[in-house]
């Protein structure tokens, strides 16, 4: 596997995608089990939300603290 060089533009875009994901997944789920989703497929969604949240903040830039902090 090849290392990926991201700049923090680039990091933050790639963070806001999955973010972005995670939740159009997660509403979809919340309509679907409305209309009866079945479990399994309920499990799988909300595995692949946790997957993509976790992506999202591994992804994300590490903000600089401020000296007040």
Do not use: W
Request: proline share 4%.
């Amino acid at each position: 596997m090849s290392d990926l060089k991201l700049t923090d533009s680039e990091r933050k875009q790639v963070a806001t995608i999955l973010g972005r994901r995670a939740n159009e997944i997660a509403g979809y789920k919340d309509d679907a089990r409305k209309d009866g989703l079945p479990a399994s497929v309920d499990y799988a969604l909300t595995l692949e939300i946790e997957r993509l949240r976790r992506l999202e903040e591994k992804i994300k830039p590490v903000e600089p603290q401020s000296e007040e902090e």
